[in-house]
């Protein structure tokens, strides 16, 4: 009887084990991979962001329709910007090892960063060159464009900030 028992108590501990186990493996097979995050730091002030709503290519390259459309978005988080300030940018380490770039009023970086960080000059994220005429303006506010790369396919997320300038 005492047998009886003993092997029924380990039976139910079994099955609990079992269905606990069953449990969490349905469970994280319903989770979505997180998006990665790029941050936008100015002095003490930081906005984070999650991809950018129809720019997340999943891992894959965008589209041309969604490049396209991606380049005219706005940015949801805002920062402001005083002329000669340091802006900040960060992105995950997965987003550093494929490579990023930054693009403000106009193309920023020269190369893909394979770093999680870089520091820019706020004056030259708003400066604006015509082509036609070489002069150069600068815009009130920009939206701050971070794209991660592929290997030679394009982008494959990106993100958008507004940066304002202060007076």
Not at 56 to 75: E, Y
């Amino acid at each position: 009887m005492t047998a009886a028992l003993i092997s029924w108590g380990k039976g139910r501990r079994a099955a609990a084990a079992i269905g606990a186990v069953s449990l969490g493996l349905i469970t994280l097979s319903a989770c979505e991979k997180p998006t990665a995050l790029a941050t936008v730091t100015v002095n003490s002030n930081t906005v984070t962001a999650e991809a950018t709503p129809g720019c997340d290519g999943d891992g894959k390259a965008l589209s041309k329709k969604d490049i396209t459309a991606c380049l005219t978005k706005k940015g949801d988080k805002t920062i402001t910007v005083r002329p000669g300030e340091k802006v900040r940018v960060g992105v995950d380490p997965e987003v550093a090892k494929s490579g990023w770039i930054v693009i403000g009023a106009g193309p920023v970086m020269r190369e893909p960063s394979k770093q999680t960080y870089r520091s820019f000059d706020a004056d030259t994220l708003f400066m604006q060159q015509n082509p036609q005429t070489g002069q150069t303006t600068y815009s009130k506010d920009v939206t701050l464009q971070i794209a991660e790369l592929g290997a030679g396919e394009g982008p494959k997320t990106m993100w958008h900030f507004t940066l304002k300038q202060e007076n």
